[in-house]
């Protein structure tokens, strides 16, 4: 089982930056991927991006160039870099693992979330 715990949302002007975190605990060596989600008021939770075992990212096309993924295997921890944030990045975000598929198509344990807020 793995326990994923986000660290990092705050409320932001436009224009501002954020790093959120995530710490996994329990059987972390299980993880194929693990990846941040975002799920605003009314809207149905999407996938922000995503980073497999080996490194390889995949990052939705509405935050590519804005956010970046990352990793930190030793201290597992998972990071989102956030900059040039925008009012519709405003949501509850999301720490997730897969432990059974390399795209985090499946996931298997979710954290609790923190939320981002982006206004002036």
């Known amino acids: 089982q793995v326990h994923l715990v986000e660290s990092g949302g705050d409320s932001v002007q436009p224009g501002g930056s954020l790093r959120l975190s995530c710490a996994a605990a329990?059987?972390?060596?299980?993880?194929?991927?693990m990846g941040w989600f975002r799920q605003a008021p009314g809207k149905k939770r999407e996938a922000v991006a995503t980073?497999?075992?080996?490194?390889?990212?995949s990052v939705a096309d509405s935050v590519k160039g804005r956010f970046t993924i990352s990793q930190d295997n030793a201290k597992n921890s998972l990071y989102l870099q956030m900059n040039s944030l925008k009012p519709e990045d405003t949501a509850m975000y999301y720490c997730?693992?897969?432990?059974?598929?390399?795209?985090?198509?499946?996931?298997?344990?979710w954290g609790q979330g923190t939320l981002v807020t982006v206004s002036s």
């Open positions: 997730a693992a897969s432990t059974r598929d390399y795209e985090c198509n499946t996931i298997d344990a």
């Open positions: 329990g059987y972390t060596d299980s993880m194929h991927c």
């Open positions: 980073i497999d075992s080996d490194g390889s990212t």
